[in-house]
C-alpha cells in the first residue's frame, strides 16, 4: 500500500513536470514572435503605408513630363535601367570580339601589320554611374580622413594649435560644395596637367570637392575626443612617463575612437551628398550626371528613371553608414557600445 | 624595518588660480617618511589630502616647498612613485595583463628579457589573487577586481613609495576588507613604503604605521600624527577587542568629529 503510494506521487510530480515543459516551449515561441513582430512587421507595415501614400499622391500630380511617377512605374524603370546596363555589356563584350578576330585575320595575312587595339566607347549606364559615384567617394573621403584624423588629433592635443586652426575650420565648415566646385575644377585644370593621366580630371574634381566638405565634422569630432580623455587615464600615462608614440597609440586614439567615427560617418553622408550635387553641376560622370541628363532629356520615362536614381542614392548612402559602423565596430575596443 | 628616511615632503604649500583669486589650498604641509613606513593621511572630503598626494606624485606643483625622495627633489611624476587611483583608471580597451604590461615595458625595458617580463607580470598579477582573470578585459571583472589590477600595476613598477588615492573607496564594505586584508598580506612580504589616502577610520587603524590627520581646508595642514603601535600581523577580528586600537580609533575620531568637524556639518 505504502509503496504503491509513493509511486502514484513520484508519477503526479512527473506529470505535472511534464506538463510544464510544454507551456515554456510556448512562451519561447511567443517571445520569438514578438521580437520579429518589433524587428520585421513594424518596418514593413510602415513601408507599405509610405507606397500607398506614393501611389495615392502620384497619381493626382501632373507635369509637362506626364503623371508623377508610382511606385510600380519605378519599379518597371529600375529594371529596364538594369535591363539596359546588360545590354550595353553584351555589345561591349560583342565589340572586343569583333576587334580581336578582326586583329587575328590581320595578322594572319601580314605577321608585322600594326593592329589597333580601340577601348569600347558606349555611353555609361546607370550601373557603370554607380560605380563611378562610389569610388569617388570613397576616394574624397579616405583622402580627407587621412588628413582630418592627425589634425583632429593634434588639435585635441594641443590648445595652441586648436586656437590657431579653429577659426579657420570654423569659417570653411558650411561652406556649400558648390561654391568650391568652380574654384577646384580651375585649380585642377592648371594643375594637372599630363599626357597620359591615370584619372580623368573629372574625377579628381569631384573627389577633391569630396574631401573639401567632408574634412570638418571628423576633424571637429576627432578634436573634441582627444580633448575629452579621462583625466585619471591621462594621469597614468604621466605617472608610466609613456613617450609621445606609445600615449597617441594606447591612450589617446582607443579613447578617442567612438567621437572619431561619430565625426567619419557625418563625413561620408555629407561627402555623398555633396558628390551628387557636384557630378549635377559639373557635369561630371556618376549618379548626379545621370540624374541630370534624364532631367534635360525630358521623356515620360525621365521622372520614373530620377526616382530610380533617388532610391539608388540612398540605398548606397545606408550601405555607406553601414560600412562605417561595421568598422567602428571591429576597430572599437569596447563591443558593448550601442551603436546607432 | 629600516629607518632611514627615505621621502621627505617639506614646508609644501600650494595655491591654485581662480577666477576669484588664488585659492591657498594646501599650507606648510611637513612630513618626512621613513622606508617601509605605511603612512595613512586621513581627513574630511576637501582638506587636500589628494592634493598632498599628487603633489608627490609629481601631478601637481608645488607653489612653495617641495619634495625630496632619496634626497633628490621630485616635480615630475615618474614610475619610481605609482599611484594606485580611487577609480582603478585601468585602461578599459587592455586586459588586466596587458595594462600591467605597459608598466613593466615601461620601467624595465632593456632591464629584463622578455620572458623576465612576461613572469614579473604574471607574478605580480597573482600577488593580488588575479592570476585566473588575467585576460579579461576591465569591463568583464568586478571593481573589486579592477583595483586589484590596479594594485598590481603600480607594485609591477616597483616603486620606491606606493601612493594610493583612497583606493578602496569606492568598493562595497566587504569587497574593501577583503582588499584590506589583501594589503595587509602583500605589506608583509615586500614592506613598501606607502602612502595611503583614506576617510575610513578603521582602515586607517588596520593598515597604518602612522596616521596623519588633517585639518579642514582651505590652507589645509597636518592636525596631528598618530603612532600606531600595533604588533603586526595584524587581524582585523582579534583587534576589535584590543584595548590600544580601540583607543587609537577614539582619538581618529575625536580629531575628526570634535576638533575638526566640518563646518556646514556643525550646522
Known sequence: ?340 | MMNKKQLEISHVSIEFATPGGPFKALDNVDLSIKEGEFVSLIGHSGCGKSTVLNIVAGLYQATSGGVILDGREVDEPGPDRAVVFQNHSLLPWLSAYENVELAVKQVFSGKKTKAEMKQWIEHNLSLVQMDHAMHKKPSEISGGMKQRVGIARALAMEPKVLLMDEPFGALDALTRAHMQDSLIEIQSRLNNTVIMITHDVDEAVLLSDRIVMMTNGPAASIGEILDVDLPRPRNRVELADNKSYNHIRAQVLKFLYERQRKPEEAA
Open chain 1, 1 to 340: 500500500m505504502v509503496n504503491t503510494e509513493v509511486f502514484s506521487n513520484f508519477k503526479n510530480t512527473v506529470t505535472i513536470k511534464l506538463s510544464l515543459l510544454p507551456k515554456f516551449t510556448e512562451i519561447k515561441w511567443l517571445d520569438i514572435f514578438k521580437k520579429a513582430v518589433n524587428s520585421l512587421a513594424v518596418p514593413l507595415i510602415a513601408l507599405t503605408v509610405f507606397l500607398a501614400l506614393w501611389a495615392a499622391g502620384a497619381a493626382q500630380i501632373q507635369t509637362s513630363l506626364g503623371q508623377v511617377p508610382g511606385p510600380v512605374q519605378v519599379w518597371e524603370q529600375a529594371k529596364t535601367l538594369y535591363s539596359e546596363h546588360r545590354e550595353e555589356r553584351v555589345k561591349e563584350a560583342a565589340f572586343y570580339q569583333r576587334q580581336e578576330q578582326r586583329n587575328a585575320r590581320k595578322l594572319a595575312k601580314n605577321p608585322d601589320a600594326k593592329v589597333k587595339i580601340l577601348s569600347y566607347t558606349g555611353k555609361p549606364t546607370f550601373i557603370d554611374q554607380i560605380a563611378t559615384s562610389v569610388f569617388t567617394v570613397l576616394v574624397g573621403f579616405f583622402i580627407a580622413s587621412l588628413i582630418a584624423i592627425p589634425v583632429g588629433i593634434i588639435s585635441g592635443l594641443n590648445e595652441t594649435i586648436y586656437k590657431a586652426l579653429n577659426p579657420l575650420i570654423q569659417i570653411f565648415k558650411p561652406v556649400s560644395p558648390l561654391a568650391w566646385l568652380p574654384i577646384v575644377t580651375m585649380i585642377v585644370s592648371a594643375l594637372y596637367v599630363t599626357d597620359d593621366p591615370a584619372f580623368s580630371k573629372s574625377f579628381i574634381t569631384s573627389a577633391i570637392t569630396v574631401t573639401l566638405c567632408s574634412l570638418w565634422p571628423t576633424i571637429i569630432n576627432t578634436t573634441v575626443g582627444v580633448s575629452s580623455i579621462d583625466k585619471d587615464l591621462l594621469n597614468v600615462s604621466h605617472v608610466l612617463r609613456l613617450n609621445w608614440m606609445t600615449h597617441i597609440t594606447k591612450i589617446v586614439i582607443p579613447s578617442s575612437i567612438p567621437m572619431m567615427f561619430a565625426g567619419l560617418r557625418v563625413s561620408l553622408g555629407i561627402g555623398w551628398m555633396v558628390l551628387i550635387a557636384a557630378e549635377m553641376l559639373a557635369q561630371n560622370p556618376g549618379l548626379g550626371k545621370f540624374v541630370w541628363d534624364e532631367f534635360q532629356n525630358g521623356s515620360s520615362n525621365s521622372m520614373a528613371r530620377i526616382m530610380v536614381a533617388v532610391f539608388a542614392i540612398g540605398l548606397i548612402g545606408f550601405a555607406l553608414d553601414l560600412a562605417m559602423l561595421m568598422l567602428q565596430r571591429r576597430v572599437s575596443w569596447d563591443k558593448n557600445a550601442v551603436l546607432r
